[in-house]
Each structure stands twice: as structure tokens, then as C-alpha cells.
């Protein structure tokens, strides 16, 4: 089931690595600062146009949004959310950790997830129904059931007092048995190999979450906002192996 949306994804991903790698490090990279202070470099846009253009001649009648440039086909049963490079403060500074997120959502329902890491080396994908995958190689989220023992990633204790979430991160990393970030999209692929047992941020746009859930989801795991059903945009984000899920949010909400 949507094996050839999902090759188009990976073949979207192709296309959006041979843009942002050679620009990576770049001396001359252009960067600007959008009106929320975050920035936006010339590889964002090269990227989303590239898809764009791709994706207007593929998939004429469906639907895309995009971080950068908004949405176009609004109404459309078929949707691709576009994040061309999630981490741009790391893109920016030289950090390998930013990803290209491409998402296809049916009806409301995601059901296509590719992150695409070129300088780590890294690419996850999944289709519903058919599995997630690292590098060709199937993947399953971690047994871990007790908080004590979790692998818990979340982005700096600051990020989470806008929301009134701040005490409650303070409590989960007092508890578990490892509180360690990793930045953007990189958490919640952690989770979905296995390799970490949850992840938190404070907010997540829908360009942002997209593109993770169906990988997460095929991989066992579960994605939600504070309701621990679904996810609502500009909302927090709890990812994890499905087990801890509802601990988490009950020990993050708890304390606040």
C-alpha cells in the first residue's frame, strides 16, 4: 500500500540531499531571519521549490505544504508536508543534525513518513501498513516499560517554561535513568529504532511532526500531544515506545 508515493518520497529525499549537502558548511551560505526570529537559508527554499516543481508535475491534483512557502491546493484529499530542512539552526552552524521531512497525508490520515539526514548518513521511511525502516533495515521501538529505566531525549529545560511545562521535564529527568537531547527530528527517530525510549518538545508545527508519526507509528511506538490522542498543531509533542507513553504525559503534566 502506497509503495509508489513512498518511492516518490524517497526519490523527493535524493533530490533534496544534492541540494543541501553541497551548500552544508558552505562559506558563502546565504541565511536570513524569518518574522519568528528563526532562521531560513537559501538551501530551505532551493529545497521546497525543488519539491514543489517535482511534485507539481507527479502529482498534479494533490495538495503541499510547506514550512517556507505555505500551502497551495488547499481542499485536496492528498497532501505533502514538506519540512526541507528541519534543524536549520544546526544547518547554519555546521552541526550534522538536520534532516529533510517529507510527509503524504490521505484523507486527513498520515500514511507516508521520510527523514532524510545526509550528514549523518542517515535516512528513515515508512508506509502504513508496510513497516518502518532505517537504511533499508527494519526497525521496532525499544521494551523499556518502566520510567526508571528510560532513555528520555527532550531539547533544553528553557524551552519548556513558555508552555508551564518546565517542572514537569524536571521531574521526568529526575526519575529516569538517562535525561540526554538530541536535537529536532533525531529524538523521535531514537525512539522509533529503539534507541531511546521517549521524546518530548514543548511545541511542534505540523511540517514538523508530519513526517515522523508514520515512522514512529509503523515502528510500534506513539505520537501525541498532552491528550495522548492524535496531535493538534503548535501543540507539545510526546513521542515514545508505546509503553511509557502514558506515564510520561501523566508525570510531565502532573508537575506542572
Known amino acids: 500500500m502506497h509503495a509508489e508515493d513512498l518511492a516518490l518520497a524517497l526519490a523527493l529525499?535524493?533530490?533534496?540531499?544534492?541540494?543541501?549537502?553541497?551548500?552544508?558548511?558552505?562559506?558563502?551560505?546565504h541565511v536570513e531571519t524569518k518574522p519568528d526570529l528563526t532562521p531560513v537559508s537559501e538551501a530551505d527554499r532551493a529545497v521546497e521549490d525543488a519539491m514543489r516543481a517535482r511534485l507539481?508535475?507527479?502529482?498534479?491534483?494533490?495538495?503541499?505544504?510547506?514550512?517556507?512557502?505555505?500551502?497551495?491546493?488547499?481542499?485536496?484529499?492528498?497532501?505533502?508536508?514538506?519540512?526541507?530542512?528541519?534543524?536549520?539552526?544546526?544547518?547554519?552552524?555546521?552541526?550534522?543534525?538536520w534532516a529533510t521531512l517529507l510527509a503524504l497525508e490521505v484523507d486527513g490520515e498520515l500514511v507516508v513518513g521520510v527523514v532524510s539526514a545526509p550528514a549523518l548518513g542517515r535516512r528513515w521511511w515508512a508506509a502504513k501498513g508496510s513497516g518502518a525502516f532505517a537504511d533499508g533495515d527494519p526497525i521496532h521501538v525499544s521494551d523499556v516499560s518502566a520510567i526508571e529505566d528510560a532513555h528520555i531525549c527532550a531539547p533544553n529545560e528553557r524551552e519548556f517554561e513558555p508552555v508551564g511545562l518546565d517542572a514537569g521535564w524536571r521531574a521526568i529527568a529526575k526519575k529516569c535513568w538517562r535525561p540526554v537531547g538530541f536535537a529536532d527530528f533525531w529524538g523521535h527517530m531514537l525512539v522509533a529504532e529503539g534507541a531511546a525510549d521517549a521524546m518530548i518538545e514543548p511545541t511542534l508545527s505540523i511540517w514538523d511532526i508530519a513526517a515522523l508519526r508514520p515512522i514512529v507509528e509503523e515502528a510500534g511506538g506513539r505520537v501525541s500531544d498532552l491528550t495522548g490522542n492524535g496531535w493538534v498543531n503548535e501543540a507539545p509533542?510526546?513521542?515514545?515506545?508505546?509503553?511509557?507513553?502514558?506515564?510520561?504525559?501523566?508525570?510531565?503534566?502532573?508537575?506542572?
Open 13 to 29: 529525499a535524493d533530490t533534496a540531499d544534492n541540494i543541501t549537502m553541497p551548500r552544508f558548511r558552505a562559506h558563502d551560505l
Open 56 to 97: 507539481g508535475v507527479d502529482r498534479p491534483d494533490d495538495g503541499v505544504l510547506g514550512e517556507e512557502m505555505g500551502e497551495t491546493g488547499t481542499g485536496a484529499s492528498r497532501r505533502w508536508i514538506v519540512d526541507p530542512i528541519d534543524g536549520t539552526k544546526s544547518y547554519v552552524r555546521g552541526v550534522p543534525a
Open 237 to 256: 509533542c510526546v513521542t515514545t515506545n508505546g509503553q511509557l507513553h502514558d506515564a510520561v504525559i501523566t508525570e510531565l503534566t502532573g508537575a506542572s
